[in-house]
Every structure is written in C-alpha cells, then in structure tokens.
C-alpha cells in the first residue's frame, strides 16, 4: 500500500486542505509495507523475489518476448546490458523449440543487508505436454537498492544443498 497526501481546496474556506490523501492499493501484498531510504525490509524483498523467480523461471516459447521484457524492466541500470545479453541468450535457444519450464518456489531466503535472496523450488521441463524433466533447483538473485528502488543485478544457479551437511 503506498500513500500520498494530495492537497485540496476546502469548499468552504478557500485554504488548502493537507488531511486528503490517496492510497494506492497493491491487491497482491498481504500487508502494508513501507519503502524507505534506511534500506530494504525482509518482507519486501521476500515478495519482489517472489514475483521475479516465478517470472524469470517460468517461460515457454510462446511469450518469450514478453518474458524479456518483463525481467528487464526489474534491471538495474548498471547490469541491464550484462542481463539483456544473457537474456537473449535463453531466447535463441528456446525460441522455435517446444520447451516449456515451470518453477514452483518451495522455499525462499533473503538477505536484506547483503541484497541476495536464495530461492529452492521444483523446476520442471516440458516438451508438449510431456514432463522430461523434473529436479530440484537453487537459485540466487542478486539486488541493488538506490533511492527507494530495488533492481535485479544479477541471477545464477546455486548447486544442490547437501543433505549430509544439514543433517549436522
């Protein structure tokens, strides 16, 4: 939910009144965030990564051009010639072909001071309608955050968690 005081004339007096104000409702935030300049709150960077993963990791080859654009409009200014060309890169290979992924995010964890989110789900590769492929995948998104607006910077693959090592 993001908030402005919008200035209006009182019908009766002719001064301004400051107590108007316009709220914007975001129907996907399940509570009301706040954005400030201290830095990046959990629970923001936790639902922007979100939105991103299930965008970036989901594609086929009928929407490609819109995938792009999409992920491209999260870059940061600074990375958005390195993440166009990787971009462009997945869109050559996959455009023509008949395969499809589907990600379903399993878990997630972010970093709000280190700007990185870590994002654990089920990667599943389609050609038609038949399942080739189905593994479990890490990935991590990497943030940058000026003035009031966090922006992709970067994406990789993690390796697989080892499972002797969480049982420790």
Same mark, same amino acid.
């Given at each position: 939910? =993001?908030?402005?005081?919008?200035? %209006?004339?009182?019908?009766? /007096? ?12 975001? #129907?996907?935030? #399940?509570?009301?965030? %706040?954005? /400030?300049? +201290?830095?990046?709150? =959990?629970?923001?960077?936790? *639902?922007?990564?979100?939105? =991103? +993963?299930?965008? *970036? &990791?989901?594609?086929? #080859? ?9 992920? *491209?409009?999260?870059?940061? #200014?600074? !990375?958005?010639?390195?993440?166009? =060309? ?10 023509? !072909?008949?395969? %499809? ?27 038609? +309608? ?13 943030? %940058?955050?000026?003035? &009031?607006?966090?922006?992709? !910077?970067?994406? /990789? ?9 969480? +049982?420790?």
């Amino acid at each position: 939910m =993001a908030e402005r005081r919008k200035p %209006t004339r009182s019908m009766t /007096s002719g001064r301004r009144n400051t107590r108007d104000r316009e709220v914007v409702l975001l #129907p996907t935030l #399940p509570k009301q965030l %706040t954005v /400030s300049s +201290a830095g990046v709150e =959990a629970d923001y960077l936790e *639902l922007v990564t979100r939105d =991103a +993963a299930l965008v *970036l &990791l989901n594609r086929s #080859p009928e929407g490609l051009d819109y995938w792009m654009d999409e992920i *491209l409009k999260l870059a940061d #200014p600074a !990375s958005y010639g390195r993440l166009k =060309a990787d971009l462009v890169r997945i869109v050559e290979e996959q455009r023509g !072909s008949d395969v %499809t992924q589907a990600f379903v995010i399993r878990s997630m964890t972010v970093d709000p001071k280190g700007l990185t989110s870590d994002v654990t789900g089920t990667l599943k590769t389609f050609v038609g +309608a038949q399942v080739i492929a189905s593994d479990e995948r890490r990935f991590r998104f990497n943030w %940058t955050y000026r003035g &009031l607006r966090l922006a992709l !910077s970067g994406f /990789s693959q993690l390796p697989p968690k080892d499972p002797t090592k969480d +049982a420790q």
